[in-house]
């Protein structure tokens, strides 16, 4: 490995945790505002309504979905849905993360009082014009997504780290 390789791998994965630490500042202030839409039918229904007010498409899977058929053919559909109308996707492993980092705020939520699980398989964040998220981290992950597309890269993937 030469010297470039190994510098560039390190801030790669500075700029990934960087951008992993964003979207879960986001999805929190999201979803302090009430901004956010859990569920792949769920979003697909307001994508359908108000697709200019959805700013973000999060796509989460971890290794044990990747073979569930029905759920990659929906997420196609969302990422042509959203390449279509220029709304930011993400991918993101790591499930068990992102349930915390959206529970975080309401322990009463949740797997633990005999609620039905929650689809976290489909997030969107929506930011309607009349009252807009003032979020830093949605312009980096906005800006992100945009570099990513510019390196034909439509659909970037992110891991979230257990802490």
């Known amino acids: 490995m030469t010297l470039e390789e190994v510098v560039g791998s390190n801030s790669t994965e500075k700029r990934m945790e960087t951008v992993s630490q964003a979207l879960e500042e986001l999805l929190v202030a ?3 505002k009430d901004r956010l839409t859990l569920g792949v039918y769920e979003s697909a229904k307001l994508m359908n309504v108000d697709p200019d007010s ?8 971890d290794e044990e979905d990747e073979g569930d058929i029905a759920l990659q053919i929906h997420f196609t559909l969302l990422q042509a849905f959203c390449c279509e109308n220029d709304i930011n996707i993400l991918r993101v492993s790591g499930l068990r993360r992102l349930a915390r980092v959206l529970e975080q705020d309401t322990p009463e939520e949740g797997t633990g009082t005999g609620n039905e699980p929650r689809d976290l398989h489909c997030i969107l964040v929506t930011n309607p014009p009349v009252q807009p998220l003032q979020c830093p981290a949605l ?15 439509w659909v970037p993937c992110l891991e ?4």
């Open 160 to 163: 979230l780290q257990d802490r």
């Open 30 to 32: 999201a979803r302090q």
């Open 54 to 61: 959805v700013v973000l498409c999060v796509l989460a899977t």
């Open 139 to 153: 312009e980096n992950i906005g800006s992100f997504c945009e570099e990513s597309r510019c390196c034909n890269l």
